[in-house]
């Protein structure tokens, strides 16, 4: 008893009349008795308990059920002493608790999936008081209550509704381990067993375990394991359960873009339960599922409130941002350090114009044409075609056309089997690699190959249509680039409708010029840590600028069908060979100057270049 007017012996005395009176459910007359002793500022926690036990249904208010929180410490001691008090009155021995005065028990309803907690004991009263604190929002004060209580499931069960309420998805799967083998208890507070001994588990409770448990997972990115797990609940017999289990599944659906799906479960979660969430996601088909993770979570500016949570989607897409300007600049410093290709550089920049202008209509919700991202690279080898379509990947990575900056180089070989029915699956192999991302098919007109008799090369053309099948199929998801001779691709693009309609960007490469190769020559030098003379340079542009007019009996051009680029990759390797032979026996290698070891001259060049052409021959 603390701070009353009354003595003990009043205080006793009327609570226990009270008691009696909710005996014989007179909850009018109790109550009348319980607001008597409260208005002569009796604090004792049973009162309030009292006073609690005269409501409707015994269902304490939020004020109710934090007044007996607050007054705790004398939880029970009144009742006792009305118990002493009639066991005086009428000789009732109190172990045999053979009384006529009732515990004024009450129950609160925590408003979290139908759970209710009978205020039987200390423990179920601090659950309780958490769970009307979190009602309030004074998320602190329902910690607090949980943290002075005992091991008990109605204990474990309110932290994870604490943690489940304000989306601290990493505590609530922490909280809710012990709810896994949760049991009966009695209104003591004791496990309750069966006649086995065995203690009788707690259905509700092992059911929002897994409930809870996988609405943490979905919300923290892994929802594929947890569709299963909310499947199995929508035929729970606890409604509440039901009802959210079909509202997750909705969620899932709507987030993967399937609203029909998600209208389906809500309906039937609000079948069951209409609780406030299911019906506000029903009808606000905006509402999305709030993917997070550990480090965001952690990163809030107030403890409590997710609002205060930086925005995965918000993050991811600042990512994005930083990663495909990133893209966007190494494709183009690529670019740049090509040597010559004026024309390739100037269509380039004009795809990335167009590319970019048409990102932004997106963004301001204007129309863009359909248009396909594929091309078509024409011209001879060595040119730079396979570099370039490296180029346009992380271009197009960095201007949002492919998702992923990855780029798959195929030829005949990779595409073609070796036998009917085989082709097909082999493409789709190499085309699943690719998605995302950029395909690369060099001289692609050899998937269809002449067979000598006027027959159709089947193997080939089973490649082409699982080729078209995909570029359909994937439209948004995958970009070809196929390259090689002009005349010969587009005969090859001739053989099929359905081909000349996806390639209508062409990007030409030219031959290179003397100087060009003379250039590339240099920079390949270079990177070997080699230095190439003056006269050996010019030695390049001569002997290219002889090849340039020879054509061979297919009229290709004596440079391209010595590889353009490759021609000046093969001339410094072969030329170092002959620097080293000229070096070698002529005097000691340490009385030379570092430089003239590295030097090439016109003679080790010329010699390279006349190795090369003879086989070209």
Known sequence: MMN???????????????????????????????????????????????????????????????????????????????????????????????????????????????????????????????????????????????????DKPSVHLMRAALYYRTSRWMDL??????????????????????????????????ELAYLLLHTAQTHLGN???????????????????????????????????????????????????????????????????????ADLISRRESYWDVSTEPSLEMEQRTELDTHRSDLLAKGKAELARQIGMANVKAQIATLENTLRINEEFKKRNLAVAERTNHLMFVG??????????????????????????????????????????????????????????????????????????????????????????????????LVVIIAGYEKELKQFLSTNDGLTSRFNTTITFETYSPEEIADIAEVIATGRSLILDAAAKASIVNAVRDMVGVTDDKRKKLIDKAGNGRFARNIIEKAEGYKNSRFFGAQELGRLSSEEMQTLIASDVESAIAEIRKNLR
Do not use: W
Request: glycine fraction near 8%; proline fraction near 3%.
């Open 4 to 150: 009353t007017t009354m003595d003990e012996k009043q205080l006793v005395e009327t609570h226990y009349q009270a008691l009696r009176f909710l005996f014989e459910r007179n909850s009018t007359a109790a109550r009348e008795h319980f607001v008597y002793a409260i208005s002569e500022k009796t604090l004792e926690c049973d009162t309030f308990r009292g006073l609690a036990a005269c409501s409707p249904g015994r269902i304490a208010t939020d004020e109710q059920i934090q007044a007996i929180y607050l007054t705790r410490k004398s939880f029970g001691d009144l009742t006792y002493k009305a118990f002493q008090h009639e066991s005086r009155e009428y000789n009732v021995q109190l172990r045999e608790r053979k009384f006529t005065t009732p515990e004024p028990e009450c129950i609160y309803q925590t408003k979290f999936f139908g759970v209710d907690i009978p205020i039987h004991f200390v423990d179920n009263l601090c659950a309780a008081a958490a769970a009307s604190y979190m009602n309030g929002g004074l998320y602190d004060r329902a910690l607090k209550a949980l943290d002075g209580a005992g």
């Open 173 to 206: 799967i922490a909280a809710i381990e012990p709810l896994r083998n949760a049991a009966i208890v009695d209104e003591y507070g004791a496990t309750a067993v069966d006649a086995q001994g065995t203690a009788v588990p707690n259905v509700l409770f092992h």
């Open 223 to 293: 929802s594929d394991n947890s569709k299963e797990v909310f499947d199995t609940l929508t035929k729970s017999r606890f409604t509440a359960v039901s009802g959210e289990a079909h509202r997750m599944l909705g969620m899932i659906a709507r987030t993967n873009g399937d609203e029909k799906t998600a209208q389906q479960h809500f309906a039937m979660g609000v079948a069951l339960s209409r609780s406030d969430e299911l019906l506000r996601v029903q009808g606000d088909r905006t509402e999305y599922l709030r993917i997070t993770n």
């Open 380 to 477: 001879p080898p060595g040119t730079g075609k396979t570099t370039i379509a490296r180029v346009v990947t992380d271009i197009f990575g960095g201007t949002g056309v492919c998702r992923l900056p990855k780029i798959v180089e195929v030829s005949r070989q990779d595409l073609v089997a070796e036998y009917r029915g085989q082709s097909g699956p082999k493409t789709q192999a190499m085309i699943d690699k690719a998605l995302g991302g950029v395909l690369f098919i060099d001289e692609a007109y050899n998937l269809v190959q002449s067979t000598g008799d006027g027959q159709m090369d089947a193997l080939g053309q089973e490649a082409v249509d699982a080729l078209l099948k995909a570029m359909e199929d994937n439209r948004d998801d």
